[in-house]
């Protein structure tokens, strides 16, 4: 069992930037996934980024402008999201997926067990 607080969202203009945190209660670097998923109204949920031993994951829609790290000592997983566009705006999840040799492919959300609440990220135009 994990649970997932997300911190971070806000409004920004286009070309601005944001970083979302992710604190988890528990956190095993060698053995958990985290990852960053979003949705916009009328949308399907969608991921983002994540991260596994280091190794990072990402979309390609967000590639070059989102940077996920983690800090193992905080139990805290970051977002840091730059060169917003307005097609950015979404409710942004955090989730993990416990116990892995690997991190589940990103279009698998349904392999992430456990979500936050949710931070919503508004970009205007």
């Known amino acids: 069992q994990v649970q997932l607080v997300e911190s971070g969202g806000g409004s920004v203009q286009a070309g601005g930037s944001l970083t979302l945190s992710c604190v988890a209660s528990?956190?095993?670097?060698?053995?958990?996934?985290i990852g960053w998923f979003r949705q916009a109204p009328g949308k399907e949920r969608e991921g983002v980024a994540a991260?596994?031993?280091?190794?990072?994951y990402y979309d390609d829609s967000v590639k070059g402008r989102f940077t996920i790290s983690q800090d193992s000592a905080k139990n805290t997983v970051y977002l840091q999201m730059n060169s917003l566009k307005p097609e950015d705006t979404a409710m942004y999840y955090c989730?993990?997926?416990?116990?892995?040799?690997?991190?589940?492919?990103?279009?698998?959300?349904?392999?992430?067990?456990?979500w936050g609440q949710g931070a919503q990220v508004t970009v205007s135009s």
């Open positions: 989730a993990a997926a416990l116990g892995r040799f690997s991190c589940p492919s990103l279009s698998r959300t349904g392999e992430f067990g456990y």
């Open positions: 528990r956190y095993t670097y060698h053995s958990d996934c």
């Open positions: 991260i596994y031993r280091g190794n990072k």
